[in-house]
Nanobody, 115 residues
């Protein structure tokens, strides 16, 4: 079992920045790829970015160059720095951990991009 606790999120103006954090606890956390997904109202949940403990990262095309995912293995924490945010990126952002057939989700944190 892996438990994920998210923090960050909130209201930001278009073009602004926001940072999310996700702390993981449990067994074999380093084996898991950790990342962020988002789900806007009426839309499917989609991958935003993910990172392995070895430093490999993966980004959705729509966020490349604006979002940065990083991982502190000593703290079992993954971060998402979001810059130049757009109104259409308003969504609930979920932390995710995946390893083989195992997958765990955080409770989600709301990000609202609005003036």
């Amino acid at each position: 079992q892996v438990q994920l606790v998210e923090s960050g999120g909130g209201l930001v103006q278009p073009g602004g920045s926001l940072s999310l954090s996700c702390a993981a606890s449990g067994s074999f956390v380093l084996n898991y790829a950790m990342g962020w997904y988002r789900q806007a109202p009426g839309k499917q949940r989609e991958l935003v970015a993910a990172a392995t403990s070895g430093g490999n990262t993966n980004y959705a095309d729509s966020v490349k160059g604006r979002f940065t995912i990083s991982r502190d293995n000593a703290k079992n924490t993954v971060y998402l720095q979001m810059n130049s945010l757009k109104p259409e990126e308003t969504a609930v952002y979920y932390c995710n951990a995946q390893w083989l057939s195992r997958q765990f989700w955080g409770q989600g944190t709301q990000v609202t991009v609005s003036s």
